[in-house]
């Protein structure tokens, strides 16, 4: 004898509630990656903004290295000074090949003018390394005794640092065979509060050699 046969009844309100959990359940997803897109977009935000103050920081670490520069070569070690005497007329002798190194070095971070096919110093010497032991570089103060804070909060992570490279150079109207005037370039790099982030800048330097005369 068979059993007779039982219907199973489905009620609608249990297929309501299967929908409304799947529903429930694309909203969260939907609100979810939403929330994803909101967050690695403000992310983003900050990086670019971050990375926008450090180019700035580091151009004016850049900028303040060259004026540094330009008082260096003014003599602004003394006039009496060992330094100063690099960049009288006929002192440019003793700039280096590949630049002076060495923190007790007069001639630090002077370049001689590099003869062809050999690179410019800039293009040479390592302007971003660390320490400054055995650099051929010349770190912001040096020989001018400014001042410039580092290495705290949005300041420049290191100092900035130059070096100097002799070029030659006859003022227009001057004999060719006459004594070459001084005339410098200047490349200097400055790092922001990420010391990764740097800008390099680069300036030529005229400078006066008599009384009234202009750079």
């Not at 450090?54 to 070569?73: K, N, S």
Request: with cysteine; proline share 7%.
């Amino acid at each position: 004898m068979t059993a007779p046969l039982q219907r199973v009844r489905y009620l609608p309100w249990l297929r309501q509630r299967g929908s409304a959990l799947v529903l429930t359940m694309a909203t969260m997803l939907v609100l979810m990656l939403v929330g994803v897109a909101a967050m690695r977009t403000a992310i983003n935000a900050e990086k670019s903004a971050r990375g926008e103050r450090d180019h700035l920081l580091a151009l004016q670490a850049a900028e303040a290295a060259l004026l540094d520069a330009e008082r260096d070569i003014d003599g602004a070690a003394g006039a009496t000074s060992p330094r100063a005497a690099l960049f009288a007329p006929g002192g440019g002798a003793l700039f280096a090949e590949g630049c002076g190194s060495g923190v007790g070095n007069p001639g630090l971070g002077l370049c001689a003018p590099a003869l062809p096919p050999a690179a410019p110093a800039w293009q040479r010497v390592q302007l971003d390394q660390d320490g400054a032991g055995e650099a051929r570089f010349v770190e912001y103060g040096r020989f001018t005794a400014a001042a410039m804070p580092v290495g705290a909060g949005m300041l420049p992570a290191r100092l900035p640092r130059y070096i100097i490279e002799q070029i030659p150079y006859v003022r227009a109207g001057v004999d060719a065979s006459s004594q070459a005037a001084l005339f410098y370039r200047i490349t200097a790099i400055g790092f922001g509060a990420n010391p990764n982030h740097c800008v390099v800048l680069q300036s030529y330097y005229l400078k006066p050699v008599g009384a009234g005369e202009r750079a």
